[in-house]
T-cell receptor, first 111, second 114 residues
């Protein structure tokens, strides 16, 4: 998976609890992205980063925040998880802003 | 304006047949159109991509056909094999002129029967 790891790979949590997902890359790519995948919706962009400390919102950013303090790490935080955030979350990286390499995904279940 | 519509939702093809997946978009500012392949439990992987100044791109058994006037593009898989069974996503973005945000279609689950 092109030097991308995501942790945890699976998580079950309860409504209202905070959750942080981590994406780690060893490729030194500038651009990093968080997507969620839901049946019938394909993949939808949550947030993205175009450099250390430089982030911006995607199309489904409500309820999510991100941080990038190092080139290699991009964190996605659900401040107070809801059942609608049950999904599979994918991190992607890119050096060209075009070809994006995806991580293995994190399956999150919010009860 | 930023949607990408993909069809069919699912597709069953016999081994050796041609698989065709279609996508349509509305925003004429899109300038990069990739196709991703995803196997169960894995992340999507780039399969092939095209820019709007080209009407067709072929890589092995995979071909993208692009119709700029109709704002449609399609993926053709020739001589489909059971190993091609996967979910396919089309996408569109503003490419290098923007931050590379991808807008994905809804996905097509392809099953190739032996």
């Amino acid at each position: 998976d092109a030097g991308i790891t995501q942790s945890p790979r699976h998580k079950v949590t309860e409504t209202g609890t905070p959750v942080t997902l981590r994406c780690h890359q060893t490729e030194n790519h500038r651009y990093m992205y968080w997507y969620r995948q839901d049946p019938g919706h394909g993949l939808r962009l949550i947030h993205y980063s175009y450099g250390v400390k430089d982030t911006d919102k995607g199309e489904v950013s409500d309820g999510y925040s991100v941080s990038r303090s190092k080139t290699e790490d991009f964190l996605l935080t659900l401040e107070s998880a809801t059942s609608s955030q049950t999904s599979v979350y994918f991190c992607a990286i890119s050096s060209t802003r075009e070809e994006q390499f995806f991580g293995p995904g994190t399956r999150l279940t919010v009860l | 304006q930023q949607q990408v519509k993909q069809s069919p939702q699912s597709l069953i093809v016999q081994k050796g047949g041609i698989s065709i997946i279609n996508c349509a978009y509305e925003n004429t500012a899109f300038d990069y159109f990739p196709w991703y392949q995803q196997f169960p439990g894995k992340g999507p992987a780039l399969l092939i991509a095209i820019r709007p100044d080209v009407s067709e791109k072929k890589e092995g058994r995979f071909t993208i056909s692009f119709n700029k006037s109709a704002k449609q593009f399609s993926l053709h898989i020739m001589d489909s094999q059971p190993g091609d069974s996967a979910t396919y996503f089309c996408a569109a973005s503003f490419g290098s002129s923007n931050t590379g945000k991808l807008i994905f279609g809804q996905g097509t689950t392809l099953q190739v029967k032996p």
